[in-house]
C-alpha cells in the first residue's frame, strides 16, 4: 500500500541555519503531496502541497518540490527562526480514497 | 474565515463509558475526515464523511462510528471505550468529493484520555 518515510528527528538547527527535512513516498498512480507543520498543543496546519511532479510549493519561506523520478518530497528553507520550531509532517493522497497518509513526523528545535 | 472547530477541547473518560466528539468544518466545505493521533503509532485516518454519507473506514473496530449533519458538522462516536484509546483525536475537512486531492484543513483536535 501507500507510504511516506521521513527522517527520523529531532533536528536541532541554530537559528539562520538551512533546513533539509527529507521525505520519500511510495504511492501506485499520481499522489498529491504535502507538508503540515503542528505546533505544541495545536492541530495540524497546511504549509504547502504540490499535485503533480516537478511542481514546488513554497509557503512562509519554506519549498518543496515534487521529485517523480527518485519518489521524493524534501522540505527546505533557507534561514530558520526560533519560531520553526515544531513538528514536521509529510503525507500524501492518493487515488480516490481522500485519505491522508502521512510519515511519523519530525521534530525541528531551533535554538536561538 | 473561521478554520475548523472541535469540542471539547479535552474529554477525560472511564473504561467502558462512550465518548461524543464534534467537528464544524469550514465553511463551503462538505467533506469532514477524522484522524487519531496516538503516542507512538501516528496519524491514522478514521473516517470520511462526504454529504452526509460514510465514504471511507480507515482499520478501526466498529465501536468507532460517526455521522455527518446537514450543516456538514459531523460527530465521531466511540463506545465502549479502552485505554487505548487514549489520544488527540483531530478533524479536518476540505472541499467536495468531485475536485480530488484537495487538501484537508485541521481543527485543533479534542484530547480524549481514558482513565
Known amino acids: 500500500g501507500d507510504s511516506v518515510t521521513q527522517m527520523e528527528g529531532p533536528v536541532t538547527l541554530s537559528e539562520e541555519a538551512f533546513l533539509t527535512i527529507n521525505c520519500t513516498y511510495t504511492?501506485?498512480?499520481?499522489?498529491?503531496l504535502f507538508w503540515y507543520v503542528q505546533y505544541p498543543g495545536e492541530g495540524l496546519q497546511l504549509l504547502l502541497k504540490?499535485?503533480?511532479?516537478?511542481d514546488k510549493g513554497s509557503n512562509k519561506g519554506f519549498e518543496a518540490t515534487y521529485r517523480k523520478e527518485t519518489t521524493s518530497f524534501h522540505l527546505e528553507k533557507g534561514s530558520v527562526q526560533v519560531s520553526d520550531s515544531a513538528v514536521y509532517f509529510c503525507?500524501?493522497?492518493?487515488?480516490?480514497?481522500?485519505?491522508?497518509?502521512f510519515g511519523t513526523g519530525t521534530l525541528l528545535a531551533v535554538q536561538p | 474565515e473561521a478554520g475548523v472547530t472541535q469540542s471539547p477541547t479535552h474529554l477525560i473518560k472511564t473504561r467502558g463509558q462512550q465518548a461524543t466528539l464534534r467537528c464544524s468544518p469550514i465553511?463551503?466545505?462538505?467533506?469532514v475526515y477524522w484522524y487519531q493521533q496516538a503516542l507512538g503509532l501516528g496519524l491514522q485516518f478514521l473516517l470520511w464523511?462526504?454529504?452526509?454519507?460514510?465514504?471511507n473506514r480507515g482499520n478501526f473496530p466498529p465501536r468507532f462510528s460517526g455521522r455527518q449533519f446537514p450543516n456538514y458538522s459531523s460527530e465521531l462516536n466511540v463506545n465502549a471505550l479502552e485505554l487505548e484509546d487514549s489520544a488527540l483525536y483531530l478533524c479536518?475537512?476540505?472541499?467536495?468529493?468531485?475536485?480530488?486531492?484537495?487538501?484537508?484543513?485541521f481543527g485543533d483536535g479534542t484530547r480524549l484520555s481514558i482513565l
Open positions: 479536518a475537512s476540505s472541499l467536495e468529493r468531485g475536485a480530488s486531492n484537495q487538501p484537508q484543513h
Open positions: 504511492a501506485t498512480g499520481y499522489p498529491s
Open positions: 504540490a499535485t503533480k511532479a516537478d
Open positions: 503525507a500524501l493522497i492518493g487515488g480516490a480514497t481522500n485519505k491522508l497518509i
Open positions: 465553511s463551503g466545505h462538505t467533506s
Open positions: 464523511y462526504d454529504e452526509g454519507e460514510e465514504r
